[in-house]
């Protein structure tokens, strides 16, 4: 039976996450609008979606091996 040619390598792989921030902020000077005023009861939803790895593996020739055979004699 031959050798397996298995390689196993561990990678460190940085995982990083967006965070929802909302900031209230004054106003230096108010300013006229057209608009209606909202509610504070007024409801706004907004949909997070969550995200996963997703590895792949390319495979590419690294090198050749040759395989021969030649008779030998004892």
Known sequence: MG???K???HVDVNLTHEELVLERRPLSE?????DDPVESRTEIKIPLKREEI???K???VKEE????K???RL
């Open 3 to 5: 050798r397996s040619d």
């Open 54 to 56: 997703e590895t792949t």
């Open 58 to 60: 390319q495979s590419y």
């Open 7 to 9: 390689e196993t390598k």
């Open 70 to 72: 030649k008779p030998v």
């Open 30 to 34: 108010p300013q006229m609008t057209d």
């Open 65 to 68: 091996v040759i395989v021969t």
